[in-house]
């Protein structure tokens, strides 16, 4: 009686490669920024914030995501507070 391993909906692999390629993108330009790493720290804060949120939301509904986990995880909060 062994069971297959769960699954995750493939509606989320484009969802997670756009939202890393993104915070690659603004990591780089928060790190070129000279104001002595304040920038960066916040948004490495917000990365750490956001990757938890989807990390919960991969828990509860990794085989059907909702319409809304899938705007969560494409529209990165990192934008809202830019």
Do not use: C, H
């Not at 297959?4 to 990591?27: C, D, H, M, T, W």
């Not at 920024?33 to 989807?54: C, H, K, N, Q, R």
């Not at 509904?61 to 507070?81: A, C, H, N, Q």
């Amino acid at each position: 009686m062994t069971e297959e391993p769960k699954r995750l909906n493939p509606v989320y692999s484009g969802a997670v490669r756009f939202a890393l390629i993104e915070q690659l993108l603004l990591l780089l330009l928060t790190w070129l920024m000279l104001d002595e790493g304040m920038t960066v720290t916040i948004f490495m804060y917000s990365a750490a914030a956001y990757w938890l949120g989807f990390g919960i939301i991969m828990v509860r509904r990794s085989l059907s995501p909702g319409k809304y986990d899938i705007l969560f995880v494409i529209m990165d909060p990192e934008i809202w507070t830019g």
